[in-house]
């Protein structure tokens, strides 16, 4: 009576960043939770490889090229989606990107396109996705992904910690307006993973145990440790949790940098 519920059997999800990194594992943890995904990225190829890998471990998988900062793109894949499978009940916004300029080196230009890519597409996903799950009798759960950088002063940059931070408040306040249409909306907020965006820095001996000596379990995540907490609050086992972050940080955020 008391054991929830972790599966997705019978959801449909879609992931942006889906190619490749955290992305391409939380498409593979929600569909192996049994979750029918649908994947967003701009790469094809990249897609083409993470359906591939979950076809053939038995799920089910669709694909479509997006550029998840252009309006017209998001809007008419999300209905394809709706169209394509029946229903939207989890929404990823995964989709993320830095450039590491120094605050008084930042152009416009590198400040437009981390704002758009990490913030303005998820608030545009999660309009999109939102306006179908109002209308569905199970409401909805979304899920994005924001950073240690949206609460603890990093040296990852200025424009990539605002946006996460804004993404952190984003959250807070699409879970307050759409909780009376059951929509739960939630962030997960992790420190370093072992991803091919961050190989090469967590090669150089010194990054390394700089990131380390902050870090209480003293190594950085696997990325199977990003799934389980994703799957718990997008399952019905986090269904009385709404408007929150999760930072999955080796207890990073309780020590400082």
């Given amino acids: 009576m008391y054991k929830p519920s972790f599966r997705l059997d019978g959801k449909t999800a ?5 190619g490749r990194g955290i992305g ?3 498409a593979i943890g929600l569909s192996e939770a049994g979750a029918e ?6 790469t094809v190829s990249d897609l083409e490889e993470t359906s591939r890998l979950i076809h053939e471990n038995g799920g089910r998988a669709h694909y479509f090229p997006v550029d998840v900062t252009d309006r017209r793109q998001v809007t008419e894949n999300i209905n394809h989606v709706k169209e394509k499978l029946g229903k939207i009940d989890i929404l990823v916004n995964n989709a993320g990107m830095n450039i590491r300029s120094k605050a008084a080196d930042v152009t416009d230009e590198e400040w437009n396109v981390i704002m758009d890519t ?5 608030f545009m996903l ?9 209308d569905q009798p199970s409401g909805g759960s979304i899920l994005s992904v924001s950073s240690v950088a949206g ?8 424009v990539y910690g605002a946006s996460k931070a804004a993404l952190i408040q984003m959250t807070k306040v699409l ?6 249409n059951n929509i739960r909306v939630n962030s997960i907020g992790p420190w370093y993973f072992e991803t091919p965006l961050t190989e090469t820095m967590l090669a150089n001996e010194d990054y390394l145990n700089d990131i380390l000596a902050v870090t209480p379990l003293r190594r950085v995540g696997q990325l199977k440790e990003l799934v389980g907490p994703a799957i718990f609050l997008v399952s ?3 269904s009385y949790v709404t408007g929150q972050t999760l930072f999955v940080d080796g207890g990073m955020t309780i020590n400082g940098f």
Avoid at 14 to 18: R, V, W, Y
Avoid at 37 to 42: D, E, K
Avoid at 118 to 122: D, F, M, P, Q, T
Avoid at 151 to 158: K, P, S
């Fill in 151 to 158: 609460q603890t002063a990093l040296r990852t940059g200025v």
């Fill in 14 to 18: 879609i992931i942006t960043g889906a």
């Fill in 118 to 122: 990490n913030l303005k597409s998820a």
């Fill in 236 to 238: 019905d086992a986090g």
């Fill in 175 to 180: 879970a307050y307006e759409w909780g009376q």
């Fill in 37 to 42: 995904v649908a994947l967003f990225s701009r």
């Fill in 126 to 134: 999660s309009q999109e996705a939102g306006k179908i799950m109002k």
């Fill in 24 to 26: 391409r594992a939380l």
